[in-house]
């Protein structure tokens, strides 16, 4: 038990670090959001390589060109929202995003969702369309925009890989795949891409650290794990990030925030709660 408490934590900060190193890296140095996205994938496929390589396997035996293309939406819509919106809106909008749309396709092909999981959407859905409500506190219109598409593009990579039987391999290749796509932004991005050596140092990490290895430690603490205690295990990964971002970027923390952040993370909440038998 204490090793898996360890694990699920490590992974939580993890992901919650994505965040908080693509600000800091976008607002603090001279790194562009193409060349952020094309380093954290590039340094992400190598590290992932490097393990499935390790266990005896080929890292591009798992995973699809559909899952890489959703992978990338992500990553690169990820890496241009952050050009504006803070770590913790970032971060609140982006799992928002992920639940719902994934939660809006299970009902759109006819899975049969209780009341209260319904009731849940709803108030996630509120809780989204009051952060966006116009005002002095609301987050630029684009960078939500881009946030909400990476949540969507998440919650696609996450339906395509449903099933997957090694989940770090798939990653892997995945990973690898998409690194294309990410040359390809950044190429098309050339003649306005900047790249100090800071900016790329916490690509770097945010691909090899907190998204690869995080990847696997999030796959190695999953099995043991229900699937309605990994859902709320989740629900830590925005507010790690906010906090993150109040106290090492000097982030405000608005009233605005701190009520879609609780209207979000309550509707999510009741969907996945689970009727005593």
Request: charged share 10%; proline share 4%; net charge positive.
């Given at each position: 038990?204490?090793?898996?408490?360890?694990?699920?934590?490590?992974?939580?900060?993890?992901?919650?670090?994505?965040?908080?190193?693509?600000?800091?890296?976008?607002?603090?140095?001279?790194?562009?959001?193409?060349?952020?996205?094309?380093?954290?994938?590039?340094?992400?496929?190598?590290?992932?390589?490097?393990?499935?390589?390790?266990?005896?396997?080929?890292?591009?035996?798992?995973?699809?060109?559909?899952?890489?293309?959703?992978?990338?939406?992500?990553?690169?819509?990820?890496?241009?929202?952050?050009?504006q919106l803070s770590a913790a809106t970032g971060?609140?909008?982006?799992?928002?995003?992920?639940?719902?749309?994934?939660?809006?396709?299970?009902?759109?092909?006819?899975?049969?969702?209780?009341?209260?999981?319904?009731?849940?959407?709803?108030?996630?859905?509120?809780?989204?369309?009051?952060?966006?409500?116009?005002?002095?506190?609301?987050?630029?219109?684009?960078?939500?925009?881009?946030?909400?598409?990476?949540?969507?593009?998440?919650?696609?990579?996450?339906?395509?890989?449903?099933?997957?039987?090694?989940?770090?391999?798939?990653?892997?290749?995945?990973?690898?795949?998409?690194?294309?796509?990410?040359?390809?932004?950044?190429?098309?991005?050339?003649?306005?891409?900047?790249?100090?050596?800071?900016?790329?140092?916490?690509?770097?990490?945010?691909?090899?650290?907190?998204?690869?290895?995080?990847?696997?430690?999030?796959?190695?603490?999953?099995?043991?794990?229900?699937?309605?205690?990994?859902?709320?295990?989740?629900?830590?990964?925005?507010?790690?990030?906010?906090?993150?971002?109040?106290?090492?970027?000097?982030?405000?923390?608005?009233?605005?925030?701190?009520?879609?952040?609780?209207?979000?993370?309550?509707?999510?909440?009741?969907?996945?709660?689970?009727?005593?038998?």
């Open positions: 038990m204490p090793r898996l408490i360890l694990i699920t934590t490590l992974a939580m900060l993890a992901f919650a670090g994505n965040s908080l190193l693509c600000r800091v890296a976008l607002r603090d140095t001279a790194i562009d959001a193409a060349s952020f996205t094309a380093i954290r994938l590039a340094a992400g496929a190598l590290v992932l390589a490097v393990i499935v390589r390790a266990r005896g396997s080929r890292p591009t035996e798992a995973g699809s060109w559909a899952g890489a293309a959703c992978l990338f939406g992500y990553a690169a819509a990820f890496s241009f929202a952050y050009r971060a609140i909008l982006l799992f928002g995003a992920v639940q719902t749309a994934m939660l809006s396709w299970g009902f759109f092909i006819g899975e049969r969702l209780r009341r209260l999981q319904i009731a849940g959407l709803l108030v996630a859905v509120a809780g989204l369309v009051y952060m966006l409500l116009p005002g002095l506190s609301a987050p630029p219109l684009l960078g939500a925009a881009f946030m909400i598409a990476a949540g969507i593009s998440w919650a696609a990579y996450s339906l395509l890989g449903r099933g997957t039987k090694d989940p770090t391999k798939a990653t892997a290749g995945n990973f690898l795949r998409a690194v294309p796509f990410a040359a390809a932004l950044f190429l098309a991005h050339q003649t306005s891409t900047s790249v100090d050596q800071t900016g790329a140092l916490y690509a770097a990490i945010s691909g090899a650290i907190t998204s690869g290895l995080g990847y696997v430690l999030w796959y190695a603490a999953l099995p043991a794990l229900t699937a309605a205690s990994a859902a709320v295990i989740q629900l830590s990964v925005p507010a790690i990030a906010a906090a993150g971002g109040v106290i090492l970027l000097a982030e405000p923390l608005s009233s605005r925030l701190v009520i879609a952040s609780a209207t979000i993370m309550g509707g999510i909440a009741l969907t996945i709660l689970r009727p005593r038998t």
